[in-house]
């Protein structure tokens, strides 16, 4: 495989994992600061409730948004496999 073609694949692999990685992440951040928020106004000491929350807000992300989120990793993994025959020597 010539490094130029594997350098874009890598590329490209880590451009559609950061697509599938960052609203997840996004939004569990958001989560946990106003659960945070929460927590210091009601002085509510309950370690466990916050990542209870984002675990369940990621969750809910992940079952209404993966398909959509994981599309892209879906056809460059098949782009791969269906040139995988071209870069061997």
Same mark, same amino acid.
């Given at each position: 495989?010539?490094? !130029?073609?594997?350098?874009?694949?890598?590329?490209?692999? #880590? %451009?559609?994992? !950061?697509? &599938?990685? $960052?609203?997840?992440?996004?939004? !569990? %951040?958001?989560?946990? &600061?106003? $659960?945070? #928020?929460?927590? !210091?106004?009601?002085?509510?000491?309950?370690?466990?409730? *916050?990542?209870?929350?984002?675990?369940? $807000?990621?969750?809910?992300?992940?079952? &209404? &948004?993966?398909?959509?989120?994981?599309? *892209? #990793?879906?056809?460059? %993994?098949?782009?791969?496999? %269906?040139?995988?025959?071209?870069?061997?020597?």
């Amino acid at each position: 495989m010539p490094q !130029a073609a594997l350098s874009n694949m890598l590329y490209a692999m #880590l %451009t559609d994992a !950061a697509i &599938f990685v $960052v609203p997840p992440l996004v939004v !569990a %951040t958001i989560v946990a &600061f106003i $659960v945070g #928020l929460f927590q !210091a106004v009601t002085q509510i000491q309950e370690q466990t409730l *916050p990542q209870t929350i984002k675990i369940f $807000v990621i969750s809910l992300i992940l079952i &209404f &948004f993966g398909t959509m989120l994981a599309s *892209p #990793l879906y056809s460059l %993994t098949d782009q791969i496999f %269906t040139e995988f025959p071209i870069y061997q020597r």
